[in-house]
């Protein structure tokens, strides 16, 4: 497995525009756009392999949050005091 050179690449104040997306068919990390769904992975119940890269489970209320801040700050921070 090939590693990373530059593992922090957005801005702490900032919405991430990129983020590392392993694809396990490579058994690599690859640079994709826009910001990672939340979520967490957990091992495969199916599968034991070493490689295995486990099952991703989202966390639908969080990505909902991230686009109502979002439009909240292209409102100009609307209701705040």
Do not use: C
């Not at 957005?10 to 640079?31: I, K, T």
Request: charged residues 25%; hydrophobic residues 35%; aromatic residues 10%.
């Amino acid at each position: 497995m090939q590693g990373i050179d530059h593992l922090i690449i957005n801005s702490p104040y900032e919405e991430p525009h990129r983020h590392w997306d392993y694809n396990p068919h490579r058994m690599a990390f690859e640079l994709a756009e826009g910001r990672r769904s939340s979520g967490y992975t957990v091992a495969s119940t199916e599968k034991r392999l070493i490689n295995d890269p486990g099952v991703f489970v989202s966390i639908p209320l969080v990505n909902q949050i991230r686009q109502r801040i979002k439009e909240w700050r292209a409102n100009g921070y609307a209701g705040i005091s």
